[in-house]
């Protein structure tokens, strides 16, 4: 167990509807970052929040948003899904503003139908 | 752009050999690499890591080299064992990043 939480873990929906993803840092960890792992593909980088604040920012779609709240907690949201969005979306975090050696959730798997 | 490759989608070992997994990078501005093992519905674990200044790294049965003037990594696991069996996942970040830049991943199989 990482210690990072993510909800829901699967989620189905379909094409041009719009979700959230939720994630939990460990305790402690001040930054949290989203990865997008589509099929057969490596883990896309897509955007950091360290404390509140949108630290980097990867390949994000303007659909896409997210943020992290007071509590450190993160949303991610997608918004007029495509069929190409369906993929694994991961959260990782650290205590301090580099992600190396972040600890990752287990993911949420996103379907688009 | 695919600044991290690993060229080798599935590799597959017999139990007590020897598993080597390869990973080329481009962009010469990353200074730490780092390997992450994904099993099936379970997030990257991180494994082992290792910074631009060395050129080789030891844990257990897990060892990560670098080659800089090829751009290359390499982690050796010795002796594989069957829990080995998973993806393995090639990092890398620069200096000052906020992100990490993965490969493709390449699938391990230990057999009995």
């Known amino acids: 167990d990482s210690g990072v939480t993510q909800t829901p873990k699967h989620l189905i929906t379909a094409t041009g509807q719009r979700v959230t993803l939720r994630c939990s840092p460990r305790?402690?960890?001040?930054?949290v970052y989203w990865y997008q792992q589509s099929l057969d593909q490596g883990l896309q980088f897509l955007i950091q929040?360290?404390?509140?604040?949108?630290?980097a920012k990867g390949n994000i779609l303007e659909r896409f948003s997210a943020q992290q709240f007071p509590d450190l907690h993160s949303e991610l949201n997608l918004s007029s899904l495509e069929l190409g969005d369906s993929a694994l979306y991961f959260c990782?975090?650290?205590?301090?503003?580099?992600?190396?050696?972040?600890?990752f959730g287990q993911g949420t798997r996103l379907t688009v139908v | 752009d695919q600044q991290v490759k690993q060229n080798s989608p599935s590799l597959s070992v017999q139990e007590g050999r020897i598993s080597i997994l390869n990973c080329d990078y481009t962009n010469s501005m990353f200074d730490y690499f780092l390997w992450y093992k994904k099993y099936p519905a379970e997030g990257p674990t991180f494994l082992i890591s290792?910074?631009?200044?060395?050129d080789k790294n030891e844990d257990g049965r897990f060892t990560v080299f670098l080659n800089k003037s090829a751009k290359h990594l390499s982690l050796h696991i010795v002796p594989s064992q069957p829990g080995d069996s998973a993806v393995y996942f090639c990092a890398a970040s620069a200096a000052g990043a906020q992100k990490l830049v993965f490969g493709q991943g390449t699938r391990l199989t230990i057999n009995p």
């Open positions: 929040y360290y404390n509140g604040e949108e630290r």
């Open positions: 290792i910074s631009s200044i060395k």
């Open positions: 305790s402690g960890d001040l930054s």
């Open positions: 990782a975090s650290s205590v301090v503003g580099t992600s190396t050696e972040a600890f």
